[in-house]
């Protein structure tokens, strides 16, 4: 079993629905990143929580450290937003390994 | 101007050679990593370097060599290729360790023939 567990695998959409991606851990962790990966191929970080929750534009991430788990929301989902997200974590009490999910597949259809 | 530049974008060779991948941070971040990605698109840490020293070696077999001649940059260098080595190898940087945002590359895809 992944120390990082995502859900679901596959998500298909229709443009300007509210889309919700899981991420559960079983290890303590001192930060929580949410990275995006565009069919082109290029990774690009979105969030890094430790706690709480971040706002950027239509993105919400939310982590809840007693449960070990956070979620990545996109608000009025657009094709654009159609790419992998991957949920990474820095465990075993290293600030310098990353353990990562196996991503989410979003696909939003206009 | 950019951030994390690696190249070449694509490599492809044959079993048994060896080549190099290199990787420059124009950020002035102090960590920089290694990942490869595999062809289920799974993504494991190889190298953690802080400060041109080596913190994590991730159980990469002794064929795979990371030089760090300064922060700015990590090189990969992997001698006698073999099949299983095809995957893409994304290098990243972070101000300091992992509680701060990382920064990648746009990757390299190699191929191994």
């Known amino acids: 079993k992944n120390e990082v567990e995502q859900s679901p695998q596959n998500l298909t959409a229709q443009e300007g629905e509210f889309i919700t991606i899981n991420c559960s851990y079983s290890?303590?962790?001192?930060?929580l990143h949410w990275l995006q990966q565009h069919p082109g191929g290029g990774i690009v970080s979105l969030f890094m929580?430790?706690?709480g929750k971040k706002k950027h534009g239509r993105l919400i991430a939310t982590i809840n450290i007693q449960e070990k788990h956070s979620s990545l929301h996109i608000t009025a989902s657009h094709p654009r937003d159609s790419a992998v997200y991957i949920c990474?974590?820095?465990?075993?009490?290293?600030?310098?390994?990353?353990?990562f999910g196996k991503g989410t597949l979003l696909t939003v259809n206009p | 101007d950019t951030a994390v530049s690696q190249t070449p974008k694509y490599l492809v060779t044959q079993m048994g050679n060896d080549k190099s991948i290199k990787c420059e941070q124009n950020?002035?971040?102090?960590?920089m990593y290694w990942y490869k990605q595999d062809s289920k698109k799974f993504l494991k840490i190889m190298f953690s370097?802080?400060?041109?020293?080596?913190?994590i070696n991730e159980t990469v077999p002794n064929r795979f060599s990371p030089k760090s001649p300064d922060k700015a940059h990590l090189n990969l260098h992997i001698n006698s290729l073999e099949l299983g080595d095809s995957a893409v190898y994304f290098c990243?940087?972070?101000?300091?360790?992992?509680?701060?945002?990382?920064?990648f590359g746009n990757g390299t895809r190699l191929t191994v023939t």
């Open positions: 990243a940087s972070s101000q300091l360790g992992l509680n701060s945002p990382l920064h």
């Open positions: 290890v303590g962790i001192s930060a």
């Open positions: 929580l430790s706690s």
């Open positions: 990474a974590v820095n465990s075993g009490g290293s600030n310098y390994k990353l353990t």
């Open positions: 950020l002035g971040h102090d960590t």
């Open positions: 370097y802080n400060n041109k020293e080596l913190i």
